[in-house]
C-alpha cells in the first residue's frame, strides 16, 4: 500500500475534475489520498503566495503527514499546474517516492520559445518516476520525456477537460510503478 498526496492549481482548488480522476485511479489501486488545499486558499485569499512559501507549506503538510496518519507508507505527491511545480521543486526535501503532474506549465502562454521562461529545470530536478499528464492543445507547452519522466498526452488544454482520460492515463501508470 501507499499514498498520494495532491495539491491543487493556482486558480483552483483540490475538487478540479482532473484531481478527482486521479483520487479515483489511487483508490482503485488500493492506495490512500491527501487532498491538500494550500494555506492561501484556506485563508481566503485567491492570489497563490510566492513560490517559497508555497513549497514551505507543502513540505510542512508531507511531512506532518508522513509523521502520522501516512506513517510508514510510501508516499507519491503530486498536483495540478502550479501545485505540480510544488510538488517537483520540494521533491529533493519531501523524498516521495515518484512524483505526479497534472498540467505541468512549462512556460507562460505565449514564451515558449524563451528560454529563460522555460520551467523544464524543475521537472528535470526530479530523480524519481514521474507521470505528467498533459492536454495535446496546453497552451503552457509540452513538456519532453525524460529519465523516468512519461508524458501522457490527452485531448484538452489546460483544464484537462476529460476526467475519464486522466484517470486512465494515472490508473495505468500507477500499475507500473513497484511501490
Known amino acids: 500500500m501507499a499514498a498520494l498526496v495532491l495539491g491543487h492549481g493556482a ?16 483508490h482503485a489501486a488500493g492506495m490512500s489520498v491527501a487532498l491538500v488545499e ?10 497563490p503566495a510566492p513560490a517559497h512559501q508555497l513549497d514551505a507549506a507543502w513540505s510542512a503538510v508531507v ?16 498536483g495540478r499546474s502550479s501545485g505540480a511545480r510544488v510538488a517537483c521543486r520540494t521533491a529533493g526535501e519531501v523524498g516521495p517516492a515518484a ?34 499528464v498533459q492536454g495535446e492543445r496546453d497552451p503552457f507547452g509540452m513538456p519532453p520525456t525524460g529519465p523516468d519522466r512519461t ?29
Open 11 to 26: 486558480g483552483g482548488g483540490v475538487e478540479s475534475p482532473d484531481l478527482v480522476g486521479t483520487m479515483n485511479a489511487a
Open 38 to 47: 494550500q494555506p492561501y486558499r484556506v485563508a481566503g485569499r485567491r492570489s
Open 99 to 132: 512524483v505526479l503532474c497534472l498540467a505541468f506549465p512549462l512556460h507562460p502562454p505565449g514564451k515558449g520559445d524563451d528560454p529563460t521562461k522555460s520551467r523544464l529545470a524543475e521537472l528535470a530536478a526530479v530523480r524519481v518516476p514521474m507521470l505528467v
Open 151 to 179: 508524458v501522457a498526452v490527452i485531448p484538452g488544454a489546460h483544464s484537462l477537460g476529460s476526467r475519464t482520460m486522466v484517470e486512465a492515463a494515472v490508473s495505468e501508470w500507477l500499475s507500473s510503478l513497484a511501490l
Open 63 to 78: 511531512s506532518q503527514l508522513r509523521g502520522s496518519r501516512l506513517a510508514g507508507l510510501p508516499i507519491l505527491t503530486g
